[in-house]
């Protein structure tokens, strides 16, 4: 079995989906997690971003040992100044420089002929090699630049030193066939070629980046580039998991497998869901709730024959468990413990003695508690990072021939209580309005999506908002056995992030141009 390497751009392209924003803590606690899945190379950020970007790619330095770590930078002298000042305590570092080299971006972003894009990215990587061993070469829009041109790129970036020279498809563009052609003609026809590792890099934009992205391992690229849950920019980046499972399960077509643990596939998924605030559709590929269910009575029937009728991956091999009784209201401490190891979680003592509290209550309200159930109090009261704004309380009146009155009370960090009412034309809205009265905060809803953790009345509803203040937006994150306070959590978690963001960019010096 061939070994394809996985780069994961999470924390960079990933961060560049809208209304995402991750703190520093959120991108180790991410990075953390992608070194138990098992991820070859972490791209951490895009250091020139701000200063506030360079202290995030240090701190997440500091906890990655058994992966390389990238940074992006543009061929410029102050960008490569940037990553060697982001990378300083890296264990493995690599500098990860682009350029574009299409005919649309030469002319109408760059404003440079070919000999200019040859020159500035040939002189880029030798400065880089100067602070950095490993150095891996993007030619941004690899997919719409003439092969020749593609071909005399590719060698000279083997020429002046890049390690990997990854040929991305930047906007979606590309179809399988002539993506993975794009692939063979480099592999024939450019010397040295066997001296460097190849990569490719997919996006979304016409939902072809997971096929592009086998056609081009198909065609011998060493290293795919993909994101968790495929997040990124506009349609996203090529879905991580999607690649792996789909080498793993046809490794009979592929020859070739990565080494991640796929059993954090799941876990790593939800990780990435909370904390950037965007949720994952349940019909999604591997990773949505509805990837392992059986609806119609002709498959549950043959999935009770045998279950490879109608399943090719099982839930456990991403580490997703089936939906299980797992505990009830008299479950102790001891018990939730186990189950909590089982789940794949660690906790201190402390995050322990909350997680068991708020287990309580649910036990309280809910009296079958599932795996998932488990899963989504984990992720909702574990988060860390600052809490501008809680909700203390909240009260809703509710009455088809009546106006829906909301009243809450929210606690600032400070401790001081803030309380307002409002109607509104719904539930929702009457509490929505009256959390902009009491915090003085409008913003507006740009997205709202629900969805039920399990089955049954009494099941927990899990909420997705998405939140515009002018050029900013934030997503937030809200579960409850109550859907309007699911909603009313969601809503300030967003408003949270809009908050903190608003704090990092005063603190932040110069313009954020991210490729
Ligand atoms: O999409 C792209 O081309 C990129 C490069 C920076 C690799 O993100
Ligand atoms: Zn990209």
Do not use: W
Not at 363 to 378: G, Q, V
Not at 386 to 411: C, E, F, H, W
């Amino acid at each position: 079995m061939r070994k394809i390497y996985v780069f994961d751009t999470t924390l960079r392209d990933g961060e560049q989906s809208p209304g995402v924003s991750l703190t520093t803590e959120e991108k180790v606690e991410i990075a953390i997690q992608l070194q138990k899945l098992g991820i070859d190379r972490i791209e951490a950020g895009f250091a020139a971003a701000s200063p506030g970007e360079i202290e995030s790619i240090r701190a997440v330095s500091r906890q990655v040992k058994n992966a390389t770590l990238l940074s992006l930078a543009r061929c410029h002298v102050k960008d490569i100044d940037a990553v060697v000042e982001a990378l300083r305590d890296a264990e493995d570092p690599c500098l990860h420089l682009v350029l574009a080299t299409s005919p649309i971006h030469r002319e109408h972003k760059l404003h440079m002929d070919k000999a200019k894009i040859l020159e500035t990215a040939a002189s880029a990587i030798r400065y880089g090699r100067k602070f950095f061993s490993k150095v891996e070469f993007s030619a941004e829009d690899a997919s719409r630049t003439e092969i020749d041109f593609l071909c005399e790129v590719t060698k000279m970036a083997i020429d002046a030193g890049a390690c990997v020279v990854n040929l991305p498809d930047t906007v979606g563009f590309a179809t399988p066939e002539q993506f993975g052609n794009m692939f063979k003609m480099i592999k024939s026809s450019v010397p040295g070629i066997e001296k460097i590792q190849l990569s490719t890099h997919c996006h979304d934009d016409l939902g072809m980046a997971t096929a592009n992205t086998l056609a081009a391992i198909a065609n011998g690229v060493d290293q795919f580039e993909g994101t968790i849950n495929g997040i990124g920019e506009r349609a996203g980046n090529t879905c991580l998991e999607e690649v792996a499972l789909a080498l793993e399960t046809r490794s009979d077509y592929y020859g070739a497998k990565t080494s991640l643990n796929l059993s954090e596939i799941y876990r790593t998924s939800r990780m990435v869901s909370k904390l950037t605030g965007m949720s994952v559709p349940g019909n999604k590929a591997i990773v949505g709730v509805n990837a392992f269910a059986h609806e119609s009575g002709i498959h549950q029937d043959g999935m009770l024959k045998n279950r490879s009728t109608y399943e090719i991956i099982t839930p456990e091999t991403i580490g997703a468990s089936s939906s299980k009784l797992v505990l009830g209201k008299h479950s102790g401490r001891h018990a939730f413990k186990e189950k909590l190891i089982d789940l794949g979680y660690e906790l201190n003592e402390e995050q322990l003695n909350i997680a068991f509290s708020k287990f309580k209550v649910l036990a309280d309200r809910k009296k079958n508690i599932l795996s998932e159930d488990i899963r989504a109090l984990l992720d909702e009261n574990m988060a860390e990072g600052p809490k501008p704004l809680t909700l203390d309380n909240i009260q809703v009146s509710y009455g088809n021939k009546t106006m829906p009155t909301a009243a809450v009370r929210i606690m600032k960090e400070n401790g001081d209580m803030v309380e307002e009412a409002a109607v509104g034309n719904g539930s929702v809205d009457a509490v929505y309005q009256a959390i902009a009265k009491a915090t003085g905060i409008i913003a507006e809803l740009e997205d709202y999506t629900i969805h039920s953790v399990t089955h049954g009345t009494d099941a927990q509803g899990e909420v997705h908002v998405v939140l515009r203040q002018g050029e900013a937006s934030a997503s937030g994150r809200g579960v409850s056995t109550d859907i309007i306070e699911a909603s009313a959590k969601a809503y300030l978690e967003a408003m949270n992030r809009l908050i903190s963001r608003q704090d990092r960019e005063k603190r932040r010096e110069g313009n954020i141009v991210i490729y």
